[in-house]
């Protein structure tokens, strides 16, 4: 498709399940980025990768959060043991090269139960 | 780190109405990023900005980045029910990861 596809755009779970996102980005887009984005608020950065390579991952809140884009295409945000604060919005920006304009997915909208 | 804030949080105009948002840095912006955001979507991108001075206009958007680039606006003329929705600055610090720093947003409705 033509801009950045993410999946689902809903998803509940139960505390302490886990859960995967999605994030197809731009093709031929290098940079992707994963940001949280609470309610009332603007995203907060959680990842960078460029192509394959994670190069920044200083947002991830803990260690139950995961991230990889192991073919520099697609990236799955990976949340172990979900907690009531991990419900947000999960955004999914990629960008051509890096200090590009970022471009979004509509997000995914995590509530943990 | 770098902090980024909004002002006005809201505001409500008439249609046709000019109005203007202001972000300011509490550190040098090397790269000002404005989008929108509707709710329950993702942010769609308007501008970018990066040298000091510099002025970009699209359509009726017309964004600053001042020349001491810490303070950008983002002025809207002869506003319409399309424009409403969340404007959120985004600033790059520089460091080198490319990571966005974002304001709060301010809520933009137009009344016809």
């Known amino acids: 498709g033509a801009g950045v596809s993410q999946s689902p755009r809903y998803k509940v779970a139960k505390r302490g399940q886990d859960v995967a996102l999605r994030c197809d980005p731009i093709?031929?887009?290098?940079?992707l980025f994963w940001y949280q984005q609470a309610l009332g608020q603007g995203p907060e950065f959680l990842t960078y990768f460029q192509n394959e390579a994670q190069l920044d991952k200083s947002g991830l809140p803990s260690d139950r959060f995961f991230a990889e884009r192991p073919e520099g295409s697609v990236s799955t945000l990976k949340i172990q043991r979900t907690q009531q604060e991990d419900s947000a919005v999960y955004l999914c920006?990629?960008?051509?090269?890096?200090?590009?304009?970022?471009?979004f997915g509509d997000g995914t909208r995590l509530s943990i139960l | 780190s770098q902090e980024l804030e909004q002002s006005p949080q809201s505001l409500i105009v008439q249609e046709g109405k000019n109005l203007t948002i202001n972000c300011t840095s509490s550190?040098?912006?090397?790269?000002l990023y404005w989008y929108k955001q509707k709710y329950g979507e993702g942010l769609i991108f308007l501008m970018m900005l990066q040298k000091g001075g510099e002025e970009k206009s699209h359509e009726k958007i017309t964004a600053k980045l001042d020349e001491k680039k810490q303070q950008s606006s983002l002025h809207i003329t002869a506003s319409q029910p399309s424009h409403a929705g969340i404007y959120l600055c985004g600033a790059d610090s520089g460091a080198g990861s490319y990571q966005l720093t974002f304001g709060k947003g301010t809520k933009l409705s137009v009344i016809p």
């Open positions: 093709s031929g887009h290098v940079s």
């Open positions: 550190k040098t912006l090397y790269g």
């Open positions: 920006a990629s960008a051509r090269v890096g200090n590009q304009p970022q471009h």
